[in-house]
């Protein structure tokens, strides 16, 4: 990966690359570890959400 890729990025940069990591998310077992840390992060919050899913109910109001 070229060295402006691995420096500082803008802020506009970040958000293209997070939107990315969202929109092709990926179990972590199919991360390259070439990709960004910013790529990597992202994706591992999607994780997280993700898992909240499965945890909580689709409904949490009372039956009464």
Same mark, same amino acid.
């Given at each position: @990966?070229? =060295? =402006?890729?691995?420096? &500082? %990025?803008?802020? *506009?940069? $970040?958000?293209? %690359?997070?939107? /990315?990591?969202?929109?092709?998310?990926? !179990?972590?077992?199919?991360? $390259?570890?070439? /990709?960004?840390?910013? *790529?990597? $992060?992202? @994706?591992?919050?999607?994780?997280? &959400? *993700?898992?909240?899913?499965?945890?909580? !109910?689709?409904?949490?109001?009372? %039956?009464?």
């Amino acid at each position: @990966m070229s =060295s =402006s890729v691995m420096g &500082e %990025l803008d802020f *506009i940069e $970040e958000l293209r %690359l997070r939107r /990315w990591a969202r929109e092709n998310h990926v !179990p972590p077992q199919q991360r $390259e570890s070439s /990709w960004h840390a910013v *790529i990597h $992060e992202e @994706m591992a919050k999607k994780d997280d &959400e *993700i898992g909240e899913e499965e945890v909580q !109910p689709a409904y949490a109001g009372s %039956l009464a």
